[in-house]
């Protein structure tokens, strides 16, 4: 199976992004790559909870003369807090993510175990940062109560508020950017259900991180107000406005991700889709996603697998019987049985065989025969026949079944011409006798039921054969029944002559024999 490393047409790399590499980076990139976007994210995210601690605080203060020296306090301890923040969660989040990862950087299949551990390192991230901001709610919780006592409730709602916004920041890009791990962790995988929650349970997260604390925020505001009692209408309506404008950003940012980690898995299928249309059947995404969308990723493997496979043996199948057999039996019943037809058999057989086999090695001989097969068949199938079976040093070749033919005699005279000429320049060393017959048969499955195979029994078999064993002893080496010649195409007739009636063997009724005529100025057959 090949991956598919390109989303065709949208220029994205194979996990949604050219962000996280292609596929087949090696692993000491990847881990590079990983740690760099995760450190850099998160240090972004924090420095935004920061400001929006800093920004609510002022806001929401009741008077400036009682919230100025919390405000400066707030704007002191904030940064300090903040650097102190990152550098434990960079040692604590990003090198102990890393650490459950360090299956992929040995070069080996993880456990069920570090599979599950590997899926769960957003949430793990996400705790990280949830413990580092509950720690800093407790913390300016208690500066406030020094300070401002009275709004010790308000600047702990700051500082809950921004902690919702760097812990949903930190799960969506962590789910984002440790993509490439994850599609190794599920690389040759077939779960029967989500291994990450699934993804009723991931809207229903993104709704509250993206609308429902926000919106709650802005509700605790305006009860605070108006408990209080002491802030002015122009202050409230600041405050509504800033913490609207903050809970719409904040939501479009959620709301962006949030569509991109449901629309990149489907996007995938829907390319790797069009590659299939297209006759593609080794194509296969990389599953990247714990949810049920990554069980449909991996449900669309498991398809183009089997196609693969169907198409493999369809393949298989054609070779063996013919492509037109393979077609009729996948359209048709499977019985035993068969229709009558009038078709036009070519019988080829080798001549000296037993003298060939004894006096070259087995390799030498197996050689010559593919070369002589090869070009038997590569004239059949030129002329629309079908090579029905080889039987030992010969072969039977069908014109008119089981794709019935209204030139059957015409494309079969022409191939028999065609062998001859190409056997004697091509593979000198395997002369052969080829004969040529038209009549009535019945084209079906002969055998048992529980094992058969697509032939034509009739007298023509019996007759093509026959004239194969007389053509050896022919200059030409190529003899047809008068029938054939008379059932053909004028332009193909004129290239034959009809020479003695002979009784063949098992027969009654003799056969006018007929044979190529001499290419003008030489002594071979015509070329057709």
């Known amino acids: 199976m090949r991956l598919l490393k390109e989303s065709a047409g949208r220029g994205q790399g194979p996990f949604g992004s050219r962000l996280l590499g292609p596929l087949d980076q090696e692993a000491a990139v990847l881990r590079r790559r990983v740690q760099g976007l995760l450190t850099g994210t998160l240090i972004a995210t924090n420095v935004i909870g920061a400001l929006v601690v800093v920004g609510l605080a002022a806001l929401l203060m009741p008077a400036p003369g009682m919230s100025g020296d919390l405000v400066r306090a707030t704007a002191i301890a904030v940064p300090v807090y903040v650097v102190s923040a990152v550098v434990v969660g960079a040692l604590w989040g990003t090198r102990g993510a890393l650490r459950t990862l360090r299956w992929a950087a040995e070069g080996r299949t993880p456990t069920d175990a570090e599979r599950v551990a590997s899926l769960r390192v957003p949430l793990r ?13 407790l913390v300016f919780g208690l500066l406030t109560a020094l300070v401002q ?45 989500p291994l990450s929650g699934g993804v009723n349970l ?15 925020g802005l509700v605790v505001t305006a009860i605070l107000a108006w408990v209080r009692g ?4 122009t202050k409230l309506a600041v405050s509504v406005v800033v913490l609207g404008l903050v809970v719409l950003c904040f939501g479009l940012l959620v709301t962006v991700f949030t569509a991109r980690a449901v629309v990149n898995p489907i996007r995938s299928v829907q390319d790797a889709l069009g590659r299939v249309r297209a006759g593609d059947f080794a194509v296969e995404i990389p599953v990247y996603d714990g949810t049920e969308l990554g069980l449909l990723q991996a449900g669309f493997n498991g398809m183009t697998a089997g196609l693969a496979e169907r198409e493999r043996l369809r393949d298989l199948f054609g070779r063996h019987v013919g492509e037109d057999v393979a077609i009729e039996a996948m359209r048709t019943s499977t019985e035993l049985g068969g229709t009558v037809r009038t078709v036009s058999v070519l019988f080829v057989d080798l001549i000296g065989s037993t ?30 026949g079908l090579v029905n079976k080889f039987v030992g040093d010969a072969v039977l070749a069908i014109f008119g079944a089981p794709v019935r033919l209204t030139d059957h005699a015409t494309l079969a005279l022409s191939a028999a011409r065609a062998i001859s000429r190409r056997l004697a320049e091509e593979v000198p060393e395997c002369p052969a006798g080829i004969g040529v017959a038209t009549g009535e048969v019945v084209a079906g499955n002969v ?28 200059e030409a080496r190529l003899l047809a029944s008068w029938t054939a010649i008379e059932s053909s195409a004028g332009t193909e007739a004129i290239r034959w002559a009809a020479t003695d009636e002979v009784t063949l063997r098992g027969r009654s009724r003799p056969t006018r024999l007929a044979t190529p005529k001499p290419h003008p100025g030489s002594s071979t057959v015509e070329s057709p």
């Open 447 to 474: 055998g048992d039921p529980r094992r058969f195979e697509y032939t034509v029994i009739g007298d023509p078999v019996n007759e093509a054969a026959r004239l194969t064993e007389l053509a050896k002893n022919v």
């Open 149 to 193: 006592p009275r709004v010790v409730l308000t600047e702990m709602l700051v500082v809950g508020f921004a902690a919702v916004v760097v812990c949903a920041i930190a799960y969506l890009a962590g789910e984002f950017i440790l993509r490439p791990y994850v599609a190794l962790a599920l690389a040759g995988t077939a779960p029967a259900r």
């Open 355 to 384: 003298a060939l086999a004894a006096s070259r090695p087995p390799q030498e001989v197996v050689g010559l025969l593919n070369r002589f097969f090869a070009v038997v068949v590569d004239e059949v199938d030129r002329n629309h």
């Open 125 to 137: 991230l996400t705790l990280v940062q949830a413990v580092l901001w509950g720690v800093a709610t």
């Open 230 to 233: 002491d802030v002015s209408t």
């Open 202 to 216: 991931r809207m229903l997260l993104f709704w509250c991180l993206g609308t429902g604390v926000p919106v709650a």
